[in-house]
């Protein structure tokens, strides 16, 4: 590998996406990474979280930097707290996740292939770094939006109450 390729990607230079309640600051994107993987900083606000989704043809993980999220699959749900690593494999379960603490929780999300950076960037809106969005609920023009750019980059979206 040639040293120019090596990067550095400081934090005035990355972008934040609003996805639902959450920030999702995107530190290596498909571009960045050849398509091979992607690095995306979660800042998650109390109850906050994804609905179930599945995704095939990539992997997923999830290393708690701060605080405490629960990881829920059909009948099972796992407490995730800081420094714990949840793996959701190739062609892994419906699966969310949901703070359940009084405070922001902070996750690096690793993804490979890379290809989840780029359903945030199209389905999400940019939002100041270091903010979290207005928790405002979707329109159904707004799910319908999610739903069909959710199906472009290889995952399916549930019903909010999926895995109850």
């Not at 796992?78 to 699966?95: R, T």
């Not at 960037?121 to 329109?139: C, F, Q, W, Y």
């Amino acid at each position: 590998m040639s040293e120019s390729k090596v990067k550095i990607t400081n934090k005035q230079s990355v972008e934040t996406i609003a996805i639902g309640a959450s920030a999702y600051n995107i530190l290596l994107n498909s571009q960045q990474s050849e398509g091979q993987l992607a690095i995306i900083e979660m800042l998650v606000p109390p109850n906050g979280g994804p609905i179930p989704h599945e995704h095939k043809g990539f992997q997923e993980c999830f290393y708690v930097l701060e605080g405490e999220v629960e990881m829920q699959t059909k009948g099972n749900r796992i407490l995730a707290k800081q420094g714990d690593l949840v793996h959701i494999p190739l062609d892994g379960p419906v699966h969310c996740f949901k703070n359940i603490t009084s405070s922001n929780a902070r996750l690096l999300c690793i993804v490979a292939p890379a290809g989840l950076d780029s359903f945030f960037e199209e389905a999400g809106r940019k939002i100041p770094s270091g903010t979290l969005p207005d928790p405002v609920p979707p329109t159904p023009e707004q799910i319908a939006f999610a739903n069909q750019t959710a199906e472009k980059y290889g995952q399916k979206l549930y019903p909010k109450d999926y895995l109850d």
